[in-house]
């Protein structure tokens, strides 16, 4: 039986369109780190580089690799931590050329580093892509978080996040960092803008 995410991990990625307070406990993840604006290449290449070694991780027993535990799975959508340089920070707007983030894709708990270096020396044997070496094995833990399901357009998140902050004043929370994570439950080539869903998440303390 193949390990379905949408289906067994409701609370994680399929949230309410209000906010909710969850614990996101650790989880493993292979990520890459970017500045500047999603819209330039940069930014797809490098989602292009995370899914080439998560889809073939996922592959990696029908290539004669033994993993231990391992099991069937859907692989986990594109996560992103997204913030500003201090020079954003400074902006009474957004500029998006100042956007910092890390682009992630959660691993299965069978994934080891080991599994990790295995799956990279086979991309990089079958292609060439720029941001090979700049992704990482590691582990994160969110912890006390708010989050909430954004139907729309990703320059409408200021509306759902106005709606997260009064939620946080209302229940005497605050926000752990100005880091936000954002989790991409469309493809944005194949779902109209209005439709898309994007999860929101903040990482809190009481």
Known sequence: MKHEWRKLEKDIYLPKTKPELIYIPKMKYITIEGKGNPNEPEFSKRVSTLYSIAYTIKMLPKKGFVIDDYFA??????????????????????????????IMIRQPDFVTREVFENALQMVRKKQFLNYLDEVSFTEMEDGLSVQMLHIGAYDDEPRSFSIMDDFLIQNNLKRRTFFHKEIY???????DQDKQKTVLRYMVNK
Request: no cysteine; hydrophobic share 35%; net charge negative.
């Open 73 to 102: 799975y859907t692989v986990y959508p594109l996560e992103g931590l997204w913030g500003l340089t201090e020079a954003g920070l400074k902006l009474n707007y957004l500029d998006k050329k100042e956007l910092v983030y890390t």
């Open 185 to 191: 439950l469309s493809d944005p080539n194949k779902v």
